[in-house]
């Protein structure tokens, strides 16, 4: 199977490029997506710092080389799911910026006009599939929503991204057997990152992480989340694979994250010392390294790159903009969409509220 | 009409609706090759394959959220939990993912989920095979639960919870699956949730209660009116939705009522329809409303103190006498 973690090439030296079979105008490509993601969390940043989005908010800057790489390697009908930490690999999935940081703010222009927030958000239309809060919990519902494809006997694919955390949970194993003796077509990737908040993984684990889907029989790999080529490559080929019925697979993404565990979490401290935290932002900046690639290949050049840069700010600007003059929801959406099918018979609602239809 | 049993019935109604919709599925423990551990699923194996009808592994928590997602990706699952017991297990994904998604979403994600299975006790299986289990579910706004006690409401009902287009939680009663009664053998013999039916009529005192506990309220109401009482027995068939009209056009006309769970009381489903019950009807009550549950206590296993343990038919007739204010005779 494609790719383990990416070495540096020997002599005669083959550009990273050719190495994945990447031509340099999807680099770019990467590149622009990587820019987009980092933008626009670091204007939720600045969003939740002056009071405009509220509750928890993790973000996704320092991880961005495994929303662009992963998903930009899928097919536009396959489906994604995700944890909590989801803006970017909702943006990756083709949802509108402006709508993501909406939903970030509360507002009706938001994925759940303002009923999700940061960890929930949704988008049935480009089968982005959320956005769940409880650590694994959307790891049994990615293999339903594979189940489904196999039932229909679809050829999409499922991509279901997890914390490192996620993988001491029950549901995380049930799934995965059931992934495996039903040869589902759902790819489970792990975006390690070493910590489940103040948590070393290597403190909750004496297997490595890539041993996990072993007792499943569902076949592992690894790779460097921070090598975007790395990863696109990797997960075009297992695309591949799962799509032509290959059963499940099972990636650890090697990945690092640059801010705390959410808002109220400092980048380091505690748990992991400054030094760390430097190490990986000045090394394994998922986004400076490709920058160097593309420097290193002649196919940018530093106005190239600031013309792209200023283009991911403005789109994050305009989010923001859009998301500060979306109106925040009415009092008729606190009832709606609790139940599917309202108009039968009987009470359904129990609190008594003088808004409830039947006062 | 056709007289068949409870399991029948159930039987009945799943394999018309895998007939008539080709999204709609089974899964659970033993569902498929061994016939269900209670043979409700007899014979669909053989009728629908194993694409259908979908053996599990022991893995609660796990099938219970992948077929969360299915419905999630469209498709209409039936989740045979072998029993309710055995369902805390999925509760996180019923309650944290069933229940909320299409809130969460705003519209976007409806769930058509059918969890179904035996709740409440058998006959001496102990602390943890005995649970009455309405209340975790019923608790949790997005979750419809529904409880038929009879052959007609169990085919009725499920083919009902079957097109719902919200998650339903379907619970059946161990010792119910081989009473027998007439059932319309009609494929389109659905009955809506949220109807409750009056399972006996009278007019002194109402008795309200849902699934197996039906038949102890109607054995309680057979000796009450050899002593000239009569009881209406309001069979609610859905705790949520709820028939709250039904519930208070009886209480308005006897202006008693009583209470009958198989579960515990302490913010069980008779609580809330006692705060109802106060709330709307209050000045047509003659007597404070009582409830009849379970003993406040685990289920024990030996067969004296496991009878002691549940609501019994006596009971029932001595908390109607309560209301009356009547000597029991
Ligand atoms: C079942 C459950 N337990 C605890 C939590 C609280 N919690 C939220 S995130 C988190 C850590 C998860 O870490 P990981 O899976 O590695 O993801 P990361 O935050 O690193 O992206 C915890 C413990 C939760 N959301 N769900
Ligand atoms: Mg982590």
């Not at chain 1, 600045?46 to 998903?71: N, R, S, T």
């Not at chain 1, 090394?283 to 991911?312: K, T, V």
Request: charged share 25%; with cysteine.
């Amino acid at each position: 199977m494609a790719g383990t973690k990416t070495r540096r090439a020997k002599a005669p030296k083959e550009s990273p490029f050719d190495m994945h079979g990447i031509a340099p105008e999807l680099a770019l490509d990467l590149l622009r997506e990587m820019l987009r993601y980092r933008r626009f969390e670091e204007k939720a940043e600045e969003a939740y710092a002056i009071g405009k989005i509220g509750g928890f908010c993790h973000l996704h800057i320092g991880q961005e080389g495994v929303a662009a790489g992963a998903i930009k390697a899928l097919r536009e009908s396959d489906y994604v799911i995700t944890a909590y930490r989801d803006h970017t690999e909702a943006i990756a999935k083709g949802v509108a910026p402006t709508a993501v940081m909406a939903e970030l703010f509360g507002r009706t222009g938001g994925t759940s006009g303002g009923k999700g927030g940061s960890m929930h958000m949704f988008a049935r239309s480009v089968r982005f599939m959320g956005g769940h809060g409880i650590v694994s919990g959307q790891v049994p519902l990615a293999t339903g929503i594979a189940f489904r494809i196999k039932y229909k006997s679809e050829d999409d694919i499922v991509a279901c991204f997890m914390g490192d955390a996620a993988v001491n949970q029950g549901g995380f194993h049930e799934a995965l057997n059931m992934a495996a003796i039903w040869e589902l077509p759902v790819i489970f990737v792990v975006e390690n990152n070493h910590y489940g908040m103040g948590t070393a993984f290597r403190r909750v684990s004496l297997t490595d992480m890539v041993e996990r889907s072993s007792p499943y029989a569902i076949p592992a790999s690894k790779v460097n989340g921070q090598d975007v080529l790395a990863t696109y490559a990797h997960f075009r080929d297992l695309a591949a694979e799962v799509r032509n019925g290959g059963g499940p697979r099972f990636v650890d993404v090697e990945t690092y994250r640059f801010r705390g565990h959410s808002m109220s979490d400092p980048v380091s401290g505690t748990y992991r010392p400054k030094e760390e935290v430097e190490q990986h932002t000045h090394f394994d900046d998922p986004i400076a390294i490709l920058r160097d690639h593309l420097f290193e290949a002649g196919s940018l050049d530093q106005d190239g790159l600031e013309a792209m840069d200023a283009e991911a700010r403005e789109e994050a600007q305009e989010a923001f903009e859009f998301a500060d003059a979306s109106p925040v929801p009415g009092p008729e959406a606190l009832y709606e969409h609790v139940w599917a099918d309202v108009d039968g018979n009987g009470r359904l609602r129990f609190d008594g509220r003088e808004e409830a239809p039947w006062r | 009409m056709a007289v068949m049993t409870y399991r029948d019935a159930l039987n009945a109604a799943l394999r018309e609706e895998m007939a008539r919709d080709p999204d709609v599925f089974l899964m659970g423990e033993e569902v498929a090759e061994y016939d269900g551990a209670y043979k409700v699923s007899k014979g669909l194996l053989a009728e629908f394959g194993d694409h259908r009808v979908v053996d599990s592994p022991i893995s609660e928590l796990g099938f219970g959220g992948l077929c969360v997602g299915a419905a999630m990706a469209g498709l209409r699952p039936v989740v045979e939990f072998m029993t309710f017991n055995f369902a805390f297990l999925a509760l996180d994904q019923v309650i944290n993912s069933a229940a909320k998604l299409l809130y969460m979403s705003n519209g976007q994600f409806p769930i058509p989920i059918v969890f179904r299975g035996p709740t409440g006790a058998a006959l001496q299986l102990s602390a943890q095979h005995s649970q009455a289990c309405e209340t975790y579910y019923v608790h949790a706004p997005g979750v419809k639960v529904v409880t038929p006690a009879t052959p007609a409401d169990a085919k009725g009902l499920l083919k009902a919870a079957i097109r719902d287009n919200d998650p339903v939680a379907f619970m059946e009663g161990e010792l119910l699956y081989n009473f027998k009664g007439e059932v319309p053998e009609d494929d389109d013999f659905v009955i809506p949730l949220g109807v409750a039916d009056l399972k006996h009529e009278g007019d002194d005192v109402t008795i309200v209660t849902h699934g197996k506990m039906v038949h102890v309220a109607l054995q309680a109401a057979n000796k009450l009116s050899t002593e000239g009482i009569g009881a209406d027995v309001v069979d609610l068939r859905s705790i949520r939705p709820l028939d709250v009209d039904a519930i208070l056009r009886s209480v308005q006309k006897t202006n008693r009522a009583v209470y009958l769970e198989e579960g515990w009381a302490y913010v069980g489903v008779g609580a809330q329809i006692v705060a109802t019950i106060q709330e709307e009807a209050f000045d047509y009550l003659d007597a404070p409303v009582l409830r009849v549950t379970q003993a406040d206590v685990p289920m024990p296993y030996a067969k004296n103190l496991e009878m002691m343990a549940k609501p019994s038919a006596d009971r029932v007739v001595e908390a109607c006498n309560k209301v009356l204010y009547r000597e029991a005779r």
